[in-house]
C-alpha cells in the first residue's frame, strides 16, 4: 500500500506541475525527474526513505540534464535555420521540428526540394552534435484522395526526408520513420488553409534516457 500511495502522490505533483507557471524545460525535467527517481527508489529499495531519496537526486540530475540539452539545442535549431516557415517547438521532453510540405515537396511528390536542403543539413549537425538523441521523422497529409494513397504519400515523404539526414552522416540507427497518413490533423480539412496545415513532415528529437 505505501508505493501505491507514493505512487499516487507522485501523479498527483506531476499532473500539479503541469498547471503551475511557466519554468525553463530544465527545472521542469529536474522536478519530474525528481518524482519520478523518487518513486522509482521507493518502489525497489528495500529500505524506502533511503531509496527515495537516492532516486530523486538522480533523477534530478537526469531530468535536469535532459531539459537543459533539450533548452539549448532548441536555440541553436532556431537560431541556425534560415526558412521562416519551419517552426521549432520544445515539448519538454523532446524538440519538435515542423516543415510544411509546401517548403518540402511539390504537389504529390517525394522529392525534397533543393531549396530546403540546407536547413535539413543543419537538423543533421544538430543531431550529431547531440548523438545521445533519436530523430523519429513522422510524415502527414490532409484528408485528400483515398486514405491508402495518403498513407503512403506521407511514409514515402518521411523516407525521403530521413535519407536527407542520412546523407549528411546522421546514422540510420538513429532514424525512425513513420507515415501518419491524414489521421493526425492539426488543423481543419474543410478549408485551404487547414490542408496545407496538415501537410507536414515534423522531425521529432528525442533525448534517450
Known sequence: MKILSTALIGAIAVTALAGCNPQTNAEQGALIGAIGGGLLGAATANNERKGA????????ALGGLIGSQLDQQAKELDRDIQNGNVRIV???????????????FAT???AVNP????????????????PNTTARVVGHTDSTGSLAYNQSLSERRANSVAQVLRQN??????IVTVGRGPNEPVATNATPEGRAQNRRV???????Q
Not at 53 to 60: D, F
Not at 115 to 130: E, F, G, H, P, Q
Open 53 to 60: 531519496a537516492l532516486g530523486a537526486i538522480g533523477g534530478a
Open 90 to 104: 520544445n515539448e519538454g521532453s523532446f524538440l519538435r521540428v515542423v516543415m510544411p510540405d509546401g517548403i518540402l
Open 108 to 110: 504529390s511528390s517525394d
Open 115 to 130: 531549396a530546403i536542403l540546407s536547413d535539413l543539413a543543419v537538423v543533421a549537425d544538430s543531431l550529431l552534435r547531440y
Open 169 to 174: 552522416g546522421v546514422p540510420a540507427s538513429r
Open 202 to 208: 515534423e522531425i521529432l528529437i528525442i533525448p534517450n
